[in-house]
């Protein structure tokens, strides 16, 4: 989906069922029994010490499995954790969102209402890239106000000066005609119109400090749901490439190009009906991207 057009896992489980020690033999002994026997002779067994490591080796395991699910916490977060009852933090739950795939924390603050505020680093630039391209696929690109909007928002000021005329002509009345829209960019009545993308990757070309430059992999929704509709809603693989540089409060797109896929062999899914389209665009809603 480029700004001027529209828009099993196979898990691999693995048991692993070795005995104790790997003998696949069971080991019996006798409190008062002398020297002899398979295994070189008995010892008492010392039950509170076999005890002890149980308990040890279980509360080993909690606190891994604990520290795996806390992600990318800070260490005075992780400290007070520590400090505070085996339960795992107050709530028990982890810190940071499943979205931070590397613990940096997710942006808090929007800026007419898109995310702002992602970090002067390569991760940054990825977190930004990743948002900027769900909102430039957003169903706001097709109306002149929220368009002139975003683009202001996402680009350079020079950028953006330059692009305003471009998408202008490139979202023209006849476009969106042509996708089912009226001149405005609105849907039929009883019809909603779908235009999302959904990054499924991000990676940084290349990194200055000042400039970045950042490739987001993306599936694209677009098309408009409705039992009348002669425009029903597909999906397109594609790849932004998004030359972006630091204006000292952020990240701006100073350039962009888009190339296809790369898109995978289609599985065998049934596509929705309208109505459920329509339903799953009410109740899903999107995510703010970090990395």
């Not at 400090?83 to 997710?106: I, L």
Request: charged share 20%; proline share 4%.
């Amino acid at each position: 989906m480029s700004l001027g057009d529209s828009q099993s896992n196979g898990d691999s489980a693995r048991s692993d069922d070795g005995g104790y020690g790997g003998t696949g033999q069971t080991r019996t002994r006798y409190h008062d029994q002398g020297t002899g026997g398979p295994y070189g002779g008995a010892r008492r067994p010392k039950s509170s010490r076999g005890m002890v490591t149980g308990v040890a080796v279980v509360a080993l395991l909690i606190a891994a499995i604990a520290f795996a699910n806390r992600g990318g916490d800070d260490s005075s977060t992780s400290a007070s954790s520590t400090a505070g009852s085996g339960s795992g933090g107050s709530a028990g739950q982890p810190d940071t969102a499943p979205t931070a795939a590397s613990g940096e924390q997710p942006v808090t603050k929007k800026a007419a209402g898109i995310p702002t505020g992602f970090a002067h680093n390569r991760e940054g630039a990825q977190s930004a890239a990743a948002n900027y391209a769900v909102t430039l696929g957003s169903t706001g690109m097709f109306r002149k106000d929220t368009r002139d909007s975003i683009v202001d928002a996402l680009f350079t000021t020079e950028a953006a000066a330059k692009l305003k005329g471009p998408l202008d002509k490139a979202y023209s009345a006849s476009f969106l005609t042509r996708l089912g829209l009226d001149a405005n960019g609105n849907a039929p009545e009883g019809s909603t119109f779908v235009s999302r993308v959904t990054p499924v990757g991000t990676k940084t070309v290349s990194y200055g400090g000042a400039t970045a430059t950042v490739d987001i992999w993306y599936v694209g929704l677009t098309g408009i749901a409705g039992e009348t509709s002669t425009s029903p809603v597909t999906s397109s693989w594609k790849t932004w490439t998004y030359d972006m540089s630091w204006s000292g409060s952020g990240w701006k797109i100073v350039s962009y190009s888009e190339k296809d896929g790369p898109t995978p062999v289609p599985g065998d899914d049934r596509a929705a009906d309208s109505d459920e389209i329509n339903k799953a665009i009410d109740e899903y809603g999107g995510f703010t991207y970090a990395r």
